[in-house]
């Protein structure tokens, strides 16, 4: 059989030239044999056969045995592969690279992340800032979930301090599964409350300025919706805090007072579900897919109600809590996007309503009226992605040609600066108050690690000229990589056509006087979908390729948010099919342009990326040597049956519509693996508590494409399952796993595209 042998061959090639095989125990010369288990299906008349349905019972024993199977082989594969042990040394010292976020600043309290060397998970530090002389104060410790888990399997998923600091609600879940519990922690001492809250994930809060209580987002339990829905119906509650003592001038007195209350809480463990008792305040009745996010104004008095419904529509709700009115829609109600903040009973929204790169309006707290919406910043050539309010100033992002702007407007509109950036690249989150006189902001790009800027939103006057203007930003903190010397890389960004003409960006890294050969080991990465955009960001396992002389690529396809909305609609629903042409584009580009060819060209890509890493395998296996394929969704006809992804419907459509499903069928990887075709070497990769997306369309499409291979109806490299056990769609994996991880990615594609490491 041409997979046993060519299987053989190879794993022999490995073993003889490796230099580290990890046991000399004897692998599996073939990928297990998946049974054939045929179901018909019929959709809207036309007859679908799935051979391997069966696999989508990740509890089944056979399903289990399978997998045991098929990771005993991918292991045979990839454990003796040459120059292994070098990859993973050096990928230790990439990944030891540290991360860190701009800080959420509350009262005189600076929150933020920070992870260093082996840290599994980053750690929340608190740093004060009533300092003699307004110094900041040290960093102290507040959340470390590295003690939560030996192995940093529980992940600090989000944070949100109270108005004042006094508090802080964070949300820690276990082995990537994002299914994250609240629990509440004193600043000033350290002593967690007794007030914990399930089901809560990605949760949403709006903590009121006593200190008394918060608004939040949670999930329901089981049984208190039908069966499956439990990943839906994400409503918002307000919970009050046990005995909350009230606030004094003395914080060390409320500090002691609030340890006291919790010691005592904690002596009577029975009440484990406070949420119970919480107050709902708004999705009851509403559609189980709507996605709602709470934020209160400056003064205590509005509740801001944001109701995501896809990635084309959201709504805005406004709730007057001291009048006691229930939240009324302040949006149109029409299939566009808003975002809005309220300061001084003045509401700021954004919106991409008749302005596809968005612009910003404002209008008075409590008038629902259209009509009065004033237009303060129009829409520009650069897409306007965020507006908030610090310092009593509009601090506005842009993005221009997958780059990011920062400016400073007054609340009427009128911009007073632009903010310095250090190069082209990300702004990738942004910390302020409404009363306080700095801001900060996190960049990054290619070649400059995460860093963090303060910017002083008060102008300076010229010692010469008197004339006032914003003093450039100043360094806060930022991560050390002592062990990359970015200069010596350069980064350039091309444009290209797709297929009907439409031109698209992609940026090309390598090091410094890399000859145009023709045959530069190169990986293209791309993502394509959900209004997401792929701006320059710093990849440390990037730097490992690029070290042994590899190109590294990013392209800007339709579906994305880099242009505005109307690129996101071009890539989405009936226009999917661009995104695939536009990838097919960016590989044709860079083979055009002689800096690969298509026997040293790989692809990556992950989530809805991994679809597109599916289309270009089904599509387009003439154009790639190799392809990884990490937590993909790959039958487009069941996705909407799994997890969370009824969510993804108004992205993709669902194949329970008649015209939908016409879209689903023509691409669905899974359903165009054909018999005789020549593929390339596939590592597709998922993880077995994945609460985005189910494992299962990874297991089906190996299991369809070693099928082809092993009967001889096709010609192909090794396909490959990697199944990581404890992980999920990849939020809160830890260090220690992301080495293993890109070990076995950088092994695979070194293998495969002839790199010597």
């Not at 060390?252 to 119970?276: F, I, L, M, R, V």
């Not at 799994?642 to 008649?658: D, H, M, N, R």
């Amino acid at each position: 059989m041409f997979w046993a042998l060519s299987s053989f061959f190879l794993l022999a090639a490995a073993v003889r030239a490796g230099d580290d095989p990890k046991s000399s125990k004897a692998a599996p010369l073939a990928p297990p044999e998946a049974e054939i288990k045929p179901i018909a299906e019929f959709f809207h008349g036309t007859r679908v056969i799935d051979n391997y349905r069966w696999l989508e019972d990740g509890n089944s024993p056979a399903t289990k045995k399978w997998v045991a199977e098929e990771m005993a082989y991918t292991r045979g594969i990839l454990d003796p592969l040459p120059g292994r042990e070098r990859i993973h040394r050096r990928l230790t010292e990439l990944l030891s690279i540290g991360s860190v976020t701009p800080p959420v600043i509350a009262g005189k309290h600076y929150f933020y992340t920070r992870r260093e060397g082996m840290q599994n998970q980053p750690v929340l530090y608190v740093r004060d800032t009533s300092a003699p002389g307004n110094a900041d104060g040290p960093d102290r410790v507040l959340v470390d979930a590295n003690q939560l888990a030996a192995d940093g399997t529980i992940a600090l998923d989000w944070f949100q301090p109270s108005q004042n600091g006094k508090y802080v609600a964070y949300g820690t879940s276990p082995s990537g599964s994002e299914v994250s519990t609240l629990h509440i922690i004193e600043t000033q001492t350290g002593k967690l409350l007794p007030d914990t809250i399930e089901r809560t994930r990605a949760a949403s809060i709006a903590w009121k300025h006593d200190n008394s209580g918060f608004y939040y987002t949670r999930y329901p339990k089981k049984g208190d919706v039908p069966a499956g829905q439990e990943m839906y119906n994400r409503h918002v509650f307000y919970h009050e805090l046990d005995a909350a003592p009230a606030d004094s001038d003395d914080e060390e007195e409320n500090a002691q007072a609030t340890a006291d209350d919790a010691t005592q809480k904690n002596a009577h463990p029975e009440d484990t579900h406070p949420e119970d008792n919480d107050q709902p305040i708004f999705g009851e009745g509403r559609d189980p897919e709507d996605w709602p996010n709470v934020q209160l104004s400056n003064d205590g008095r509005w509740l801001l109600i944001t109701v995501e419904q896809g990635w084309t529509k959201s709504e805005l709700y406004l709730m007057n809590l001291k009048g006691g009115t229930p939240p009324t829609r302040l949006s149109t109600g029409k299939d566009f996007l808003y975002a809005a903040e309220i300061y001084n009973g003045k509401i700021y929204i954004t919106t991409n309503e008749d302005a596809p790169r968005y612009h910003l309006f404002v209008t008075d707290a409590g008038n629902y009226e259209r009509e009065s919406w004033k237009e303060i910043i129009p829409q520009s050539d650069a897409v306007l992605q965020s507006a908030s309010v610090y310092g009593g100033k509009l601090f506005v992002q842009y993005e221009q040609n997958a780059s990011s702007q920062l400016k400073i407007f007054d609340l009427d509109g009128k911009k007073l600066s632009d903010i310095d950036l250090p190069a082209i690249g990300s702004v990738f989150g942004t910390g302020g108050r409404w009363n306080h006189d700095d801001a900060f902001f996190g960049f990054q790009s290619f070649t400059v690690p995460p860093t963090i800027y303060r910017v002083a939103l008060k102008p300076v006057a010229d010692e010469k000229t008197g004339t006032e203007h914003y003093a450039s930003p100043t360094l806060w903190t930022k991560v050390d990589a002592p062990s990359i010397d970015p200069s010596a890389y350069e980064v350039a960004q091309e444009w290209f056509k797709s297929k009907d003409g439409t031109r698209a960006p992609m940026f090309v890294v390598h090091k410094k006087g890399l000859p145009k050969n023709g045959r530069n080991p190169t990986l293209l990465t791309a993502y394509g979908g959900f209004n997401v955009s792929l701006t320059p960001t710093f990849s440390r396992t990037a730097y490992l390729w690029m070290e042994h002389g590899g190109i590294y690529s990013v392209a800007n396809l339709r579906g994305g948010s880099e242009f505005g909305e109307d690129w996101h609609r071009s890539g989405m629903l009936d226009k999917k099919q661009n995104v695939f042409d536009d990838m097919a584009a960016a590989a044709e580009h860079l083979i055009a342009e002689k800096y690969t060819d298509k026997n040293h060209l790989a692809i990556q890509g992950g989530s809805n990326g991994g679809l597109l890493m599916g289309a270009m395998l089904t599509q387009r296996p003439d154009l790639f040597r190799a392809v990884v394929c990490q937590v993909p969704l790959l039958d487009m006809i069941h996705y909407q049956d799994f997890q969370i992804a009824k969510l993804w419907i108004p992205e993709y459509g669902t194949s329970e519509s008649v015209e939908q499903f016409k879209w689903l069928y023509a691409y669905s990887p899974y359903h165009h693996v054909k018999s005789g075709a020549e593929y390339p070497a596939v590592l597709f990769m998922t993880a077995d508590t994945d609460t985005r997306v189910d494992p299962m369309h990874a297991k089906k499409m190996a299991a369809l494409m070693q099928s082809e291979a092993r009967n001889g109806t096709s010609r192909t490299r090794p396909i490959l399952l990697r199944i990581e056990s404890k992980a999920g769609h990849g939020a809160g994996k830890p260090i220690a796993k992301q080495i293993e991880e890109f070990t076995d990615v950088y092994s695979f594609l070194f293998w495969q595209l002839g790199v010597k490491p």
